[in-house]
């Protein structure tokens, strides 16, 4: 296959206009143009300005743009070929025939605008919280930053207290900061219902 791979994070952009598809589960694919590949199963998808989902990738293909089904089509939140073309050459002017584009297939795990409140964490991982902080709460301590992106590698409030605390007593701690992110975040209208 041509051209440079290029990686994925946690994070995925995707159009605004693509957000109510994705969240009634009729779009299930996005079709980026190159090689693309994913570095985690999970990602947090953003639109219209803010997170809106979390999904699972279910799949990776990549095709040349003139091997593109009406089945991919459909899979992308399109009801034909043409309206999928017509929306990649939007994004892609450049677009040719021979180029390669990736499509991630995805499962909706979860929508940031439903959460469940009687959750202390309203349904979200510690995880989560922690890079969505990290990525829209631009008044984090220099502690909240350190805790949080240390809890992004470990994925454990546990792991994050012994290496950070020396000592899994102070978890209160790490749950402090991140009721107060969740808080922040709900409040600034970037999860739950919009306002």
């Known amino acids: 296959m041509g051209g440079k791979l290029k990686y994925i994070g946690r994070h995925l952009m995707v159009k605004g206009e693509f957000v109510d598809e994705i969240l009634s589960g009729r779009k299930r694919a996005t079709i980026r143009l190159g090689i693309w590949k994913p570095k985690f199963n999970e990602l947090i998808l953003h639109g219209g300005g803010r997170p809106f989902a979390i999904v699972r990738i279910t799949d990776v ?4 743009v003139k091997d593109l089904t009406e089945e991919d089509a459909r899979a992308d939140g399109f009801n034909s070929m043409e ?4 929306s990649l050459r939007r994004v892609y002017p450049h677009l040719n025939e021979e180029d390669y ?8 795990i979860k929508k940031l605008t439903e ?4 959750d202390p964490y309203m349904g ?14 631009t008044d984090l301590s220099d502690e909240d930053k ?7 590698e470990t994925e454990s ?22 009721k107060k992110a ?3 975040l709900i409040e600034k209208g970037l999860i739950g219902p919009k306002r």
Do not use: H
């Open 157 to 178: 409030l546990r792991e994050t207290a012994i290496r950070l605390f020396g000592s899994i007593s102070k978890r209160w701690i790490i749950r402090k900061k991140l």
């Open 146 to 152: 350190r805790i949080f992106k240390t809890l992004t």
């Open 101 to 108: 584009v990736t499509i991630l297939k995805f499962q909706l």
């Open 61 to 64: 293909e990549y095709k040349r």
């Open 182 to 184: 969740l808080n922040e």
């Open 124 to 137: 979200l991982k510690p995880s989560e919280i922690a890079r969505l902080a990290l990525r829209y709460l």
């Open 115 to 118: 959460l469940d409140i009687r």
């Open 83 to 86: 309206e999928l073309m017509r």
